[in-house]
């Protein structure tokens, strides 16, 4: 596969890691330490023992993985990075207490995790001029005049939801069905559960003619029987979810038994392995809105994972493709402060966002479509491809498609 001149340059081209030993420790969590000469300091906050662990820990060891592969192979123009984490357990206030402690020690970009706490830090982030990206991909986070330091690299949760709903309402038709299309919205409760309906997508589905009804699932809910009593009786026969795995797994498990005649849909966030491990046979079928690929994809950018997860010892049949999220996410940022470096510039964060800002087509090796970033918008992709679950895997149902 011919790979862009982007990827080709950079620190994180398609080289295998071999096994090395990470150069700096990862083991412990957070706190300054001895800093090594040159050394590039990388702060992170990540879900290990909150409410969205089931995919927070694959993410967090994608990104450390990341950066265990970057130093092996010599770091950034011969500039080790080091990461500096801690467990927030999914609570705001934690987020901003850490934000502000690793911020002080020096840290030049921050990986962030959910909704809520992006937002809550978005305009401290443009005053500390810090670049930032999260593993939420709420729409409003991906507008540069709203959150100038603020970038996503996977499709927004509005974006994948009006794909989504424009797949139902072609699915719909193609299948006979009269009238709109009657969906069931099934969200966390939470500002990641509700983003993609209240940015944009209430809007959309009113303006392409479906029917949306929300239906929140309580948090540690271990039935949703009431729910889908009102969701049989609305006559909905597509339900989507905007949730992790877990309770996703626990809902179709339900509708399963309740013998509820609906398609369903994941987006991103329960659409990966997890999702069979949980909910076994109640999953076949389902379909996925995936951003980034998931480990059995046979393409450059998830091979070279794989293969690192192998030189570990470690199974990539045991990760989810959240793992491919948090690699990539560290991978995109690494690209930012290469191209910083290449062009003699200080290493700031005002420069490295515009570095990042220069992304045009950046190649992903397939694990994702190609990223571009400009001045004006911070929403590094528009597109996807749609899964379906069949037999323990994830099949290809769609060729990428665009947000309208």
């Keep these: 596969m011919k790979r862009s001149r982007d990827m080709r340059s950079s620190r994180f081209a398609f080289t295998a890691a071999g096994g090395l030993i990470l150069s700096v420790a990862l083991a412990a969590c957070g706190g300054s330490g001895e800093r090594a000469e040159n050394e590039i300091l990388i702060a992170a906050i990540f879900d290990l023992t909150g409410p969205t662990a089931d995919v927070g820990l694959d993410y967090a060891e994608g990104v450390q993985g990341h950066v265990e592969w970057l130093n092996a192979a010599g770091g950034v123009a011969g500039r080790p990075v080091r990461l500096i984490y801690q467990d927030y357990g999914y609570q705001v206030d934690r987020a901003e207490q850490l934000y502000t402690q690793f911020v002080q020690e020096g840290a030049l970009i921050f990986m962030g995790w959910g909704t809520g706490d992006t937002e809550a830090l978005r305009l401290r982030i443009a005053e500390d001029r810090i ?147 949980l909910a076994d046979d109640a999953a076949e079928g389902v379909v996925g809105a995936i951003p980034w690929a998931p480990l059995t994809a046979d393409v450059p950018g998830v091979r070279d994972i794989r293969d690192y997860l192998e030189s570990r010892g470690d199974d990539h049949g045991d990760k989810t493709n959240a793992y491919t999220q948090g690699w990539w996410t560290m991978a995109v940022f690494v690209e930012g402060i290469r191209r910083v470096l290449d062009a003699g510039q200080e290493l700031t964060g005002e420069n490295i966002k515009q570095a990042l800002e220069t992304i045009d087509g950046l190649d992903t090796g397939g694990a994702g479509p190609p990223l571009t970033f400009t001045p004006s918008d911070h929403r590094g992709s528009k597109g996807l491809r749609l899964f379906r679950a069949e037999d323990g895997r994830w099949t290809p149902l769609t060729e990428v498609l665009t947000a309208p």
């Design 131 to 277: 670049p930032f990206s999260s593993a939420s991909l709420s729409h409003v986070l991906g507008d540069a005049h709203e959150s100038p330091y603020n970038f996503l690299v996977a499709t927004s949760y509005s974006d994948q939801f009006r794909i989504v709903l424009r797949w139902i309402a072609e699915d719909h038709r193609a299948n006979g069905g009269a009238g709109n299309a009657r969906v069931a919205f099934m969200h966390n409760a939470s500002p990641f559960g509700l983003s993609p309906w209240v940015q944009g997508g209430e809007d959309y589905a009113r303006e392409i003619g479906v029917n949306v009804t929300p239906y929140e699932m309580p948090r540690g809910a271990t039935d949703y029987t009431a729910e889908f009593t009102r969701i049989g009786q609305s006559g909905a026969t597509y339900v989507v979810f905007q949730n992790t795995s877990a309770p996703a797994a626990v809902a179709l498990r339900n509708a399963r038994g309740l013998g509820i005649d609906a398609t369903f849909v994941c987006l991103n966030w329960c659409a990966n392995a997890l999702l069979w491990r």
